[in-house]
Structure formats: C-alpha cells, structure tokens
C-alpha cells in the first residue's frame, strides 16, 4: 500500500511537472547577421543594439502573447564582415540549427543573396532588411520587410532643397559599391531633370582611402554649387574637412548613409557644416518619444545614438506585434502576412513613426531632411512619401504624433 502510494504521487507530480513544461513557451529566435568586424563594424553593431534594446524590452515584460501563451525572444549575432556567402552561411545556421524565424540584416549585399534562400520549402526565413536600395522589394521576394525608405526619397527631397538654395551645378564623390552606383545614377537622373548640371562624378571608396585630394581636386575643377558626398560617417567628415581646406565654400548634400550628428562630432562642431543638406540627426525627429528613447540607449550603451538604431529598434517591436497578430510563433509565411496588423506604431511610444507597409514589403516610415545653416539645424522636413489622396494625407495628419508639420511627397520615377 505505501509503495502503490509513493508510486501515485510519482506519477502526479511527473505529471505535474509535465505540464508546467508544456505550459512554458519556447522562445522565438531572432538573427542577425552583420559586420561586426572590419571597417563597418561600428555600422553593424548599431544596427544590433536597435535590435538588442528591443527585445530586452520585451523580455523585460514577459515577452509576447500568442493564442494566451508567453514567449520570450532570444537573439543571436553572427559577424559576416559584410561578405555575401558569409551571411547566406549564417541566415542557414540561424534557420536550421536555431530554428530563427527572422534574421536581420544591414547590408543590401548580403541581404540580396540571403533572398537566394530564405523561400527554400520548410526553411522559411523572414528577412528584416536594413537597407534603402529599391532592388531589394524590386526582386520579387515574398519574405522581406524593408525598414527604412527607399534612397530614392531622400534624392528627391535632398535635391529639390538644394535647388531652393539656388544652387544648379552638381559634382559628386559618392562610396563606391552598389549602394552608391545607384545613389549616383538616381541623383544624375533627377538632377538633370530639373535642369541641373552633373560638373564631376568621382566615386571614391570610403572604406580605404583616407586622401580625398586627387577626387575634390577633380570635382572642384568647374566650380561647383553643390558636392554630393556620402559613405559612412567618419570617411564623410574627412571629405568635408578636406574640401573646406581646400577653399570650397559651397553647399553639401550627404547621402542618408553618413549620419550629420556624428560628422559633427568627429568635425569638433559644425563649422564647416555651413549649407549641409542631409538626413535628420536623431536629436531633432520630432517625437517625444524620441528623447526618452535618446535618453535610455545612451544609458545602456555609453554611445551615440543613431538613426539606424532607432529604425532596427522600431522595425523589431513591429516583428514581435506581427508575431502576436499572427497567431503562430513558427510560421514565417503567417507572420509576414500579419505585418499589415502591426501599423501604426506612432510617436508617443516609438522614436520613429512607421504607418504601414506595401504589399512588396516596404514600410511607410517619414523621409527626414534637414539642413545646417550657420552652425543651426533648421527644422526637419517630414516627407509622407506613399501617400496617394488628400483624404489619406487627412488621415495621417490626424493620427501622427509629429511635433513638426508633415508634408505629402509625390514620388517621380
């Protein structure tokens, strides 16, 4: 009798412990792969810290809840040095031996070949790409969400600030790379459109020369009204303070790669920022949250904070809410599809506003574009660029939490 006693207790509390087992979620895996080495590695990283503070965020409540259950995340990094095959070896460890329903990536290259297999039948990966290149929703891939704006806006809303200024002849000195090939031939394009002239086109590679002498002495040749410039930040900077040096008293537009804040801050000031058209420098977005957020990732990370950061930020809570509408943790097809449920996540409780996302797999997110008049940022202008009637401009207007005024952008092909 004591022994068929001791037996059944075994057996409930097997029991038991069961189905506390059972009642545990698993956690959703999330990757990412970038350069977290090399001469990108400080671009990498704060893309990985956006993505990082979110789900400790989420974590930190518990998680998500899927059909009643909670699921944490866990999120694994893998460096790829920005090498395509090495990030498609990643995007296939994070599937296979993690089971990662998502990999985040920052480098239009190796997002293009993890697209190569992120379809694969029962390997399914959804790709949440850091990238403004227009080729990657152009390529027909069911299983990507594009974070930031296509480029191609903010060559529109950049050239036509510049061409208030008066300015009318154009050089540029562009990273090399496919990124900025085609930055170059949509700036020509427009540019030229409008009726203004392209005097030079010196791309330079931004991730190795340290002299920019022989391509400004070329640019400046025809005494340009305006340098196109832009790579990463602390390159971008040099080029500024090489050609100020140089005499070169125009005006700048920097591609959305290099970050103003951080130019200034590597140029000691904005002294030679005078006339520098770019994107917005993230203590002047124009939502509350924006400062909390500022506040907080300074705090846990000792470092500046940066726009990319803030939008891989963003662009996970988006993920964790298409999770959640879904109804399903693993399928990566479903998920996808709820990414529509997930919009609008606005600017009270997010650093960047996100509105909703096109059926390629674009997000509605705001161009930004500021411009540096005597050591002052002007205020941002606000570009609602996928807006397609005065009756959904209304809407917007209504719902935004923009502390400036937005501006509906048509977008010209």
């Known amino acids: 009798m004591k022994y068929l006693i001791k037996h059944l207790c075994f057996v409930i509390m097997s029991l038991a412990l069961f189905w506390a087992v059972e ?16 001469p990108a590695a400080e671009y990498g990283q704060e893309n990985f810290n956006g993505v990082e503070m979110a789900v400790n965020e989420l ?20 460096d790829d040095r920005s090498e395509p095959a090495q990030a498609v ?30 379809e694969e039948k029962g390997k399914e990966l959804l790709i949440m790409a850091y990238t403004s290149t227009p080729k990657a929703l152009q390529m027909g891939n069911k299983l990507i969400v594009m974070i930031p704006p296509a480029f191609t806006t903010y060559v529109q809303t950049m050239s036509d600030l510049a061409w208030k200024q008066g300015w009318r002849k154009a050089a540029m000195l562009i ?46 040749a025809d005494k340009p009204d305006l340098l196109v410039i832009g790579g990463p930040s602390a390159p971008t900077a040099l080029v500024i303070e090489q050609a100020r040096s140089m005499g070169y008293n125009g005006g700048f537009i920097l591609i ?10 590597i140029l000691k ?45 963003t662009a996970m809570h ?24 997930a919009f609008p996540m606005l600017g009270d409780k997010f650093p960047a506003e996100m ?46 939490k923009s502390g400036v005024p937005l501006k509906p952008m048509k977008i010209i092909e």
């Open 355 to 400: 509105h909703g996302i096109s059926d390629a797999g674009g997000i509605y997110a705001f161009t930004y574009v500021q411009m540096i008049r005597r050591g002052t940022y002007k205020k941002p202008d606000v570009n609602a660029w996928w807006i397609n009637s005065p009756d959904e401009f209304n809407q917007l207007k209504k719902i935004t």
């Open 269 to 313: 000031g904005y002294k030679l920022m005078n006339n520098v058209i770019s994107s917005v420098a993230v203590d002047n977005l124009p939502f509350k949250a924006s400062t909390f957020f500022d506040k907080r990732y300074k705090k846990a990370y000792k470092i500046m904070n940066s726009f990319g950061t803030i939008q891989n930020y």
């Open 89 to 118: 070896n990643n995007a296939r460890r994070f599937r296979e031996q993690n089971k990662a329903v998502a990999v985040f990536s920052p480098v239009f290259t190796c997002i293009s070949s993890i697209m190569k297999i992120n």
């Open 175 to 220: 990273t090399l790379g496919a990124y900025g090939d085609e930055w170059r031939m949509a700036f020509r394009k427009y540019w030229e459109r409008k009726g203004g002239k392209v005097t030079a086109d010196k791309p330079s590679n931004y991730y190795k020369e340290t002299d920019y002498s022989t391509p400004l002495n070329a640019a400046l």
């Open 256 to 265: 959305e790669q290099a970050r103003p804040d951080y130019v200034a801050h």
């Open 23 to 38: 009642g545990m979620a698993k956690e959703i895996v999330i990757g990412y792969t970038g350069p977290l080495s090399g």
């Open 59 to 78: 974590n930190a409540n518990g998680g998500i809840t899927v059909k009643g259950m909670k699921y944490p995340f866990k999120l694994l990094k893998l």
């Open 318 to 341: 988006a993920l964790a809410r298409a999770i959640s509408a879904a109804g399903k943790v693993d399928d990566v097809v479903a998920i996808r599809a709820a990414f529509p449920k």
